[in-house]
């Protein structure tokens, strides 16, 4: 890394970006896998707090990959541009810092999340394009943070008492596979990235956290799939 001052930008190289992308989202996905195997043996408030990390995770992993993604593409030849080596990346002010603020890591995540739905749905198509500004998620923030604080803690206001115990494993379980479904399309946004490169053993590939996180994001896809291929079936 190279940092003379804190008033100067930090950098990192493409390579060091990329493993340190990767090992985000290999956290992320591993978060899933936790927040899936608690809540399946009735703990429901531990997994919701990993899943709020996990959704806190892939903010850092998405501002990452806004910054790096330019210097990635560049050794592919993509859009009919030359090969060249990756160059420095200029590491956003989320990534600079030892300590960000839970609420701003939880905005950028949802932010990211809210117009997903507009990929699949027609209808909805305009949000995936024109999500509202970072500021409209303060509130929803502010509320995973203390979805995270619930599932570890015991809490009183005034006369009442709330412990992990008592949240709801059926919001839970929803809340993993929203989780999941949103960590599978920053996936596949980088594999559509890559996908045109002219050369195909350039392409860097993260099919294995496809493969983890698809059982949590698609079960149903995932179930037909291994059914398939139990019975030898290939269409």
């Known amino acids: 890394m190279v940092k003379k001052d804190e008033s100067e930008p930090e950098y990192v190289t493409a390579e060091f970006a990329r493993l340190w992308w990767k090992s985000l989202m290999a956290n992320v996905v591993a978060l899933v896998e936790d927040a899936a195997l608690l809540a399946s043996h009735e703990s429901p408030g531990r997994a919701q707090s990993l899943i709020v990390l996990a959704m806190e995770e892939l ?67 305009m949000e995936y394009y024109e999500r509202p500004d970072l500021e409209t998620f303060i509130a929803t923030a502010k509320q995973r943070n203390l979805d995270k604080q619930a599932g570890f803690y015991v809490d009183r206001v005034g006369d009442r008492i709330s412990v992990p115990f008592g949240i709801s494993a059926e919001d839970v379980a929803s809340a993993i596979r929203h989780t999941a479904k949103v960590v599978q399309m920053h996936l596949i946004e980088d594999h559509t990235r890559q996908q045109d490169a002219p050369v195909a053993s350039l392409i860097d590939s993260v099919e294995d956290l496809h493969w983890a996180v698809i059982p949590y994001s698609d079960p149903e896809l995932f179930a037909d799939f291994t059914d398939r291929m139990s019975t030898g079936e290939d269409g």
């Open 59 to 125: 903010a850092k992993a998405r501002w990452l990959y806004e910054a790096a993604e330019y210097e990635w593409s560049a050794p592919l030849g993509l859009y009919g541009l030359d090969p060249r080596p990756g160059g420095d990346v200029t590491l956003p002010e989320g990534l600079c810092s030892t300590r960000r603020p839970h609420a701003e890591k939880l905005q950028a995540a949802e932010q990211f999340a809210s117009g997903l739905a507009g990929f699949w749905t027609l209808e909805r198509r």
